[in-house]
């Protein structure tokens, strides 16, 4: 099983940018799914986070401004960026749970990191 995120680079203040993440491999189903972010010298925070039937939430930091979203038949998961600050600027990462098998418990699955840079 891999996770593959995608769709980072440099965006205006203000504009808008979407990141997806797309689960690979052979496997029974992936549950929730997160996007968290990474600054330069902080720690690794929590972005938003979706449940397989499309529950969401957001870290009080990006509510009204990101969204969270699913295509469960493609097990992708975005993270849609609208009116990017220069604060938002970090490696974001994806996370997944994943269930391997039907009997099986999920475990937790991470991407590589792309890298949003926000300019003033």
């Known amino acids: 099983v891999q996770l593959q995120a995608s769709g980072g680079g440099l965006v205006q203040a203000g504009g808008s940018l979407r990141l997806s993440c797309v689960a690979s491999?052979?496997?029974?189903?992936?549950?929730?799914m997160r996007w968290y972010r990474q600054a330069p010298g902080k720690q690794r925070e929590l972005v938003a986070s979706i449940t397989e039937r499309g529950n969401t939430n957001y870290a009080d930091s990006v509510k009204g401004r990101f969204t969270i979203s699913r295509v469960n038949t493609k097990n992708t998961a975005y993270l849609q960026m609208n009116g990017p600050k220069p604060e938002d600027t970090a490696v974001y990462f994806c996370?997944?749970?994943?269930?391997?098998?039907?009997?099986?418990?999920?475990?937790?699955?991470w991407g590589q990191g792309t890298l949003v840079t926000v300019s003033s």
């Open positions: 491999g052979s496997f029974f189903s992936a549950n929730d």
């Open positions: 996370n997944a749970d994943i269930r391997e098998h039907f009997y099986s418990i999920s475990r937790s699955y």
